[in-house]
């Protein structure tokens, strides 16, 4: 079918036909009024049951128009959250070299999302939002980015409430999208509040029973969290993300054989449903629930099988640093050398990952001076929320855990 001329218009003609569907882009840019619904309702279905039951939707979209940019980085941005970084930059990639095809609205949708989700680039991301905003003051996206990754990151909560908000006003179906940076600021109360708008609007997605999962656990409400665990393995929601919070607080309270079973399903479900990317991330996290417990040969064990199923940068990540802590250096080492390589725009990788990496790595070695200098350019995100912990449950305040160390060994040696 030949691309028309001002395809937008096209669409936007056609709105009334399709005023039931959702889609935070006015002008979504198709030749196709099916690929646009499918589209449309993928929003829709994202905000309601969770981005794991959206990418079904944009993938029709995608079918019915292989030109559709938005669609490509839509699903980009669901495998994203899913913690499927390969398959995310594969599709975010696609909408930007098509980027040319769209609206201007969608040109800013994409080259943020290419910037901060393909690429990593935080910086230029927020600079691409910051310019969306101004363009485009009620578009929700630029808020949703700056508030879902780019303020976290740098541990600005404040602001991450402040975006969030601004998601909500323009949005009303979003309003506990704030819940999480409540309970970053330990503000448990507020949290709750939001949470208990978005119920009042019958709203419900594995992500909103993970926070309200995460809540309770925070507070030492068993009958709390298994409510939470009930009604994820009642719905068809998101099993495995639900279970993998149950993991690691199991793992906390002490019950590790519990833990190391719970892990294990959580990886034979995600494998199920041929998310191998996820998977490796979920095994990475054990590797370092491991190496931290001091069970070396266990954490050797379950970091080497996260690689086998992903190179992702969080399931190096997680299974460098385990296998790190854990004394093997070797490995570790490249898997350092392998990140910086492929990913040497990523502010995550280049002020967080690398950092606790090559720190630890010094330190093997008895060089705690060079630990310390290592762990400098982490400072600006040391506060911060990290993508391994979005996907993964790791990563957070590791820099800081691993200033305290090297500090305490140079205070000796002196």
């Known amino acids: 079918m030949s691309f028309p001329e001002k395809p937008h218009r096209r669409v936007r003609e056609s709105l009334t036909t399709v005023q039931k569907h959702n889609t935070p882009l006015a002008e979504a840019t198709t030749s196709s009024l099916e690929a ?12 309601s049951k969770g981005t794991g039951a959206a990418i079904p ?24 959250d899913g913690g499927e970084s390969a398959r995310a930059a594969e599709n975010t990639s696609k909408a930007y070299e098509l980027r040319e095809r769209t609206s201007d609205d969608e040109k800013f949708f994409v080259a943020a999302y290419y910037d901060g989700g393909a690429r990593g680039n935080l910086e230029k991301a927020e600079q691409t939002c910051e310019s969306w905003t101004q ?94 665990v009930s009604l994820a393995k009642a ?41 191998r990317e996820r998977a490796g991330i979920f095994e990475a996290g054990a590797a370092l629930r491991e190496a931290l417990f001091g069970n070396a040969a266990a954490a050797k064990e379950s970091a080497k099988a996260s690689l086998e199923l992903s190179k992702d940068r969080e399931a190096e990540y997680g299974a460098g640093l385990a296998l790190a802590i854990s004394g093997d250096s070797s490995l570790s080492s490249t898997l350092a050398e392998d990140l910086e390589k492929r990913f040497p725009e990523d502010s995550w990788v280049r002020f967080s990952y690398l950092p606790a990496l090559q720190a630890t790595l010094a330190l093997n070695q008895g060089k705690p001076s060079k630990a ?26 590791y820099p800081i855990s691993l200033l305290v160390v090297p500090r305490q060994i140079v205070s000796i040696l002196r």
């Open 235 to 275: 719905g068809p929601g998101d099993e495995a993300r639900i279970a993998n919070h149950e993991a690691f607080a199991l793992a906390y309270t002490g019950h590790l054989q519990q833990a190391r079973q719970m892990s294990r399903t959580v990886v034979e479900v995600a494998e199920q449903a041929a998310h």
């Open 57 to 80: 939707f944009f993938k029709r979209a995608i079918d019915l128009d292989p030109k559709f940019a938005g669609a490509y980085a839509a699903l980009g941005l669901m495998y994203r």
């Open 36 to 47: 646009f619904k499918a589209y449309s309702a993928g929003w829709k279905i994202a905000a």
């Open 135 to 228: 363009t485009y003051p009620r578009e929700r996206l630029p808020h949703d980015f700056l508030s879902g990754f780019i303020d976290p990151a740098s541990a600005r909560y404040e602001k991450w409430i402040e975006e969030s908000r601004k998601v909500s006003e323009i949005d009303p179906d979003a309003v506990f999208a704030y819940a999480s940076d409540y309970v970053a600021l330990d503000q448990m109360e507020e949290a709750e509040k939001a949470i208990a708008m978005g119920t009042a609007r019958k709203l419900e997605s594995p992500q909103f029973m993970a926070q309200r999962y995460d809540i309770a656990f925070l507070k030492g409400d068993g009958p709390g969290m298994e409510r939470e």
């Open 372 to 397: 310390l200098e290592l762990l400098q350019p982490a400072a600006p995100y040391e506060l911060g929320s990290h993508r391994s912990s979005f996907s993964g449950l790791f990563g957070n305040l």
